[in-house]
């Protein structure tokens, strides 16, 4: 069992809806990632959060908004998706303040569905 | 264009066999990594290897690396249907990005 927790698990929204996925972790690690995975294909990196500040946005849309609120907890806002975004969404967090230095340690994923 | 390229795309073997994935990457890297994922599942960190090691061992896993040839490459022996998953590089670079393979996916038949 994964010690970082998403939900939720499965999200079916329309495009005008407002949503949040969250993350959570009690390992003390203070980098935490949001992922994006579509089917067949491998993760591609959203953003990066070192010591609850924003540090690696990949260029990635407003209608994403994240958000961590403290060490522990990771947000992603969703407004205004397209069915496109259909995705599972990963987090992801690492012990080591080095960015992407050590290993990751992933959620399950909320898989998300656009309509 | 993707950091970390994979192949096979696919492979499928029997139980008890031995699995060779091949990952390539384009530029100078920290260190490389590889996960596995059971479908629709998270990723699980299998093993790590840095820029100045040439093979790592774990349990039944051996990873090799090659930064002459940027390439890299696991071996999974006596496979078992349980292995049955996605396998996906990671390439991670000093500026502090991780990027993923393709992925190869590994079918083990009992």
């Known amino acids: 069992d994964t010690e970082v927790t998403q939900t939720p698990k499965h999200l079916v929204m329309g495009m005008t809806n407002k949503k949040s996925l969250k993350c959570e972790q009690h390992m003390g690690h203070r980098a935490m990632y949001w992922y994006k995975q579509k089917a067949k294909k491998p993760p591609e990196l959203m953003f990066v959060y070192s010591y609850e500040k924003l540090s690696i946005n990949e260029s990635v849309p407003s209608r994403f908004s994240p958000e961590c609120p403290n060490s522990s907890l990771l947000n992603l806002h969703l407004h205004a998706l397209q069915p496109e975004d259909s995705a599972l969404y990963l987090c992801a967090s690492s012990p080591l303040a080095r960015l992407n230095n050590g290993e990751l340690f992933f959620g399950e994923g909320s898989r998300l569905t656009v309509l | 264009s993707q950091q970390g390229e994979e192949d096979p795309q696919a492979l499928s073997i029997q139980e008890g066999e031995n699995a060779t994935m091949n990952c390539s990457y384009k530029?100078?890297?920290?260190?490389l990594q590889w996960y596995r994922q059971n479908s629709g599942r998270g990723l699980v960190h299998l093993i790590l290897i840095r820029s100045n090691e040439r093979e790592k061992h774990s349990g039944r896993l051996r990873v090799t690396l090659d930064t002459s040839k940027k390439s890299s490459s696991l071996l999974i022996t006596a496979s078992r249907a349980a292995d049955t998953a996605s396998y996906f590089c990671a390439a991670n670079t000093n500026a502090g990005k991780s990027t993923f393979g393709d992925g190869t996916t590994l079918t083990v038949k009992p």
């Open positions: 530029t100078s890297i920290n260190n």
